[in-house]
């Protein structure tokens, strides 16, 4: 068949797309077919008659697929980059001569620069790709920390849609309620809610000595006053830059620095104790306070423009004994968190949730808190008991039915009533007189059942 061809191979070679390069034994192009001019952008004439090493080195191509096949005397397949900056993938065949020693060597390629463009394009996809998922698993790691915050009730749901509609605006917001409701924990919320990329930076009033608020707050210049530091002091409200400045307990901000805090907040710029030039700044400002701050304006003591100013978005977190569909749930899930964090398995008895569901939570769920806590830690029984419970939060059995008839004597079973008495006349009576006239016994008598009871 190759005879009948002939010479009129070459003919044939010429109309393929692909290159088409010979070389022999040496790495010496013999022949190049036509598309070799447009792959390596010379011509034909420049090309035959070159080593391949030479065109290496001049980097027409690079690495020469023919010197491979020379030094490992194999076919190779390899990536080659062009002059063009194309990238090709390159392929060199042997034609071996009688005594199988290599003749020529044939090498075509195939352009891939496509295909390499296509697979970088891939990697940056697939680097996108994992930065979304990063993202995905921070916004679920949020919604989990969203999920601490339980709310289930009417009440708080209220709050917390006023919440999602305020948070990425710069509205100054003020949390009222009694302590233990929730305010720190709703500020951190909203300043996670809000995407700002500042830091929260909570102070809180009450804690912090008048004298030293002033400095917390805005900081100072070096040898502002004595017993300064002298490189001066960053106030929080300059660490608040770009994000949420909490201040906790605003009722107790002395009266000179709510003078401060309302220039702070109407031209956001203030000053560092002892500088006179004055610092921009931005951040959003969360205040919160279980005092009644109306009380305290007509009292003198809270200034009336910074309330209105604070008050812009005034969320009022109800007290836990209004919110009972949450109660049940906080009960659930801090009984969860705290067995997770002391490896536990404590479980509430249903008699001991009624007790708790019943319980009015003077301080909220701050105190819901502490109770779960130290019953998971302090009981050793894995069912908690309502006699486990503290005596304020056990309601007195004196209604109780006496489930004790047919196990007890009469002389136990009043022995019994006669503790439960004394306990609970205990609890409400500071002194042994008073608990004797409301029981109406002599006050000796009072104090013999406390001993013999070991009360
Ligand atoms: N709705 C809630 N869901 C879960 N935990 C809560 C909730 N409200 C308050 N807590 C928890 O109760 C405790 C007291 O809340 P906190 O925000 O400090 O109250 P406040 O600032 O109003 O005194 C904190 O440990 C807080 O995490
Ligand atoms: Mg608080």
């Given at each position: 068949m190759g005879l009948e061809i002939g010479e009129r191979w070459k003919e044939i070679v010429d109309g393929l797309y692909t290159d088409v390069v010979i070389t022999d034994k040496h790495g010496n192009i013999v022949y190049a077919n036509d598309s070799t001019e447009y792959w390596f952008n010379m011509e034909k004439e420049e090309i035959i008659g070159n080593n391949v090493l030479e065109l290496e080195k001049k980097k027409v191509f690079y690495p020469s697929v023919a010197r491979m096949v020379i030094e490992s005397g194999q076919k190779q397949t390899l990536i080659q980059q062009t002059r063009q900056d194309k990238k090709l993938l390159v392929t060199g065949n042997i034609i071996y001569d009688d005594m199988q020693n290599i003749e020529y060597i044939v090498c075509y390629s195939q352009d891939i620069t496509e295909i390499e463009k296509m697979k970088a394009y891939v990697k940056k996809v697939e680097s996108e790709l994992e930065n979304i998922k990063k993202e995905l698993q921070h916004y679920q790691e949020l919604q989990k920390e969203d999920s601490r915050?339980?709310?289930?009730s009417p009440k708080m749901q209220r709050v917390l849609s006023i919440m999602d509609r305020v948070a990425d605006t710069d509205a100054t917001v003020l949390l009222t309620g009694e302590s233990g409701v929730g305010k720190s924990l709703l500020a951190e919320q909203l300043h996670i809610k809000s995407n700002r990329k500042g830091a929260f930076v909570a102070i809180n009033c009450s804690s912090i000595p008048e004298s030293l608020i002033e400095s917390e707050l805005f900081g100072y210049k070096p040898g502002a006053f004595t017993g300064a530091s002298p490189k001066g002091k960053v106030g929080l409200v300059e660490k608040a830059q770009n994000g949420t400045l909490f201040l906790d307990e605003i009722g107790e901000l002395p009266t000179k620095l709510q003078a401060k805090l309302l220039m702070l907040i109407q031209d956001k710029t203030f000053y560092r104790i002892g500088d006179s030039q004055p610092r921009e700044v931005n951040f959003r400002l969360v205040a919160a306070t279980n005092v009644n701050l109306e009380e305290r304006i007509k009292e003198g003591t809270f200034r009336e423009d910074l309330y209105f100013r604070l008050s812009v978005i005034h969320m009022m977190i109800p007290p836990l004994r209004e919110r009972q569909e949450d109660l049940l749930s906080l009960l659930m899930n801090m009984t969860k968190k705290f067995n997770k964090q002391y490896g536990r398995q404590k479980e509430l008895s249903h008699e001991t949730i009624d007790c708790l569901l019943r319980y009015p939570w003077p301080g909220n769920v701050r105190e819901l808190s502490n109770i779960v806590e130290r019953l998971v830690l302090t009981i050793e029984e894995d069912i908690i008991l309502?006699?486990?419970?503290?005596d304020n939060i056990?309601?007195?059995?004196?209604?109780?039915?006496?489930?004790e008839v047919g196990h007890k004597s009469l002389q136990e079973i009043m022995e019994d009533t006669e503790i439960r008495v004394l306990k609970d006349a205990r609890e409400k009576y500071t002194s042994t007189t008073k608990m004797a006239k409301a029981l109406n016994v002599s006050q000796p008598t009072i104090v013999r059942k406390l001993k013999k009871y070991k009360l």
């Open positions: 915050l339980i709310a289930k309502p006699e486990h419970l503290p056990r309601p007195t059995q004196l209604a109780a039915p006496f489930i």
